[in-house]
């Protein structure tokens, strides 16, 4: 309802580029400086040719990374009036002003209304181009062609180990991008419960897990368990595997690093006779690895469906977004003494990035 009436692409200007780095971190394996120099992310060129190749696939939600606020009271009388019903325009131009915030608010997925700035409303790029696709594919599509007109560098306001706050807005209730690296899904199954904020997560469907690897947890790290007699057992299941992979077609590259990796874990454990918690589970990891690489490769089963083997505490990435108002609500949430480890140590690196930006709690 009117959002393109409101709003224009230049609004979103300088977040766009988190627009694309959030969906390359979908469909890449590399770090955060290997995004930073990809070109799809970097030239405004190869950024607007990715994003319509997205538009074109109708991939909306990394468009919501891009965010902007706009206060309505400041529109011409005549743009609210055409805005509102009849009923309406005799209304002070605040009160219009009001009454089209919330209306907005009311009708857009995850947009942003807060009673303290009662004229204002906060929209994503997300929010923008699905009215433009409402109203014309045309139009919605060179919007992906104006992109390029805008390069604005990403510059990360700063990183605490492996989150990085890639950009912020200030203004009202604020916004922030955050890229998180090295967690696992299992926290990252937690974390998307808070389903204010916005994610984009590197896929198990399209990025190869061919060396990924797993989090250990310190409770597993600190365990003086051991077990007996079953080393030698894991190990010639996984050679077995190991063999039957390497038998298949694929490439020579591909087959290599299948054989070192393999190797070099057979080789580790081969004179073993017991083995602690920790390394039951990095045996137990690769032989879930060589058992998506026996469906992948010698099944041709797609990686989306071989992915179900994987455990839940493989290594991943996310990009997540949001309002101040709701990071700030994740934080106090997720920093209290019980949440999980993993989510906790996340979320106290995020305070501390906000704080460092005289955001204060």
Aim: proline share 3%; net charge positive; glycine share 4%.
């Amino acid at each position: 309802m009117g959002v393109e009436e409101i709003f224009s692409l230049e609004d979103f200007k300088d977040s766009i580029p988190f627009t694309a780095l959030g969906a390359r971190t979908c469909y890449s394996s590399g770090d955060l400086n290997y995004l930073l120099n990809d070109p799809r992310i970097v030239s405004k060129g190869e950024r607007a040719k990715f994003l319509s190749k997205l538009g074109n696939y109708k991939h909306f939600s990394v468009f919501a990374h891009s965010f902007a606020y706009k206060d309505l009271s400041k529109l011409p009388e005549e743009k609210l009036d055409s805005l509102l019903e009849k009923s309406l325009r005799d209304l002070p131009k605040y009160e219009k002003a009001r009454i089209l915030a919330l209306k907005l608010s009311a009708t857009n997925f995850k947009s942003h209304y807060n009673p303290k700035y009662p004229t204002v409303i906060g929209i994503s790029l997300r929010h923008y181009l699905e009215r433009l696709l409402q109203i014309d594919e045309k139009i919605y599509l060179e919007a992906f062609n104006k992109m390029a007109e805008y390069d604005i560098p990403i510059e990360p306001l700063g990183s605490e180990d492996n989150v990085t706050l890639i950009g912020m807005i200030k203004d009202y209730d604020g916004y922030a991008v955050f890229f998180i690296d090295n967690v696992s899904r299992t926290m990252t199954h937690q974390l998307v419960r808070h389903t204010a904020l916005n994610y984009s997560q590197r896929s198990q469907r399209y990025v190869k897990e061919d060396v990924n690897s797993l989090i250990i947890p310190p409770s597993i790290e600190n365990t003086s368990i051991t077990i007996e007699s079953v080393t030698k057992e894991l190990l010639a299941v996984i050679n077995r595997i190991k063999n039957e992979v390497l038998d298949s077609e694929m490439k020579e590259d591909i087959k290599n690093n299948i054989k070192s990796r393999t190797d070099k874990i057979l080789k580790k454990f081969s004179e073993r006779n017991s083995i602690n918690l920790k390394e039951l589970f990095i045996l137990n990891d690769q032989l879930s690895q060589i058992v998506y690489d026996f469906a992948v490769y010698k099944g041709k089963v797609k990686r989306e469906d071989a992915r179900f083997i994987l455990p839940h505490g493989r290594k991943t990435t996310i990009v997540v977004s949001g309002t101040l108002y709701w990071i700030k609500d994740f934080i106090l949430k997720r920093t209290d003494p019980h949440a999980q480890w993993e989510i906790q140590d996340t979320a106290h690196k995020m305070k501390k990035l906000l704080e460092n930006q005289g955001i204060t709690f």
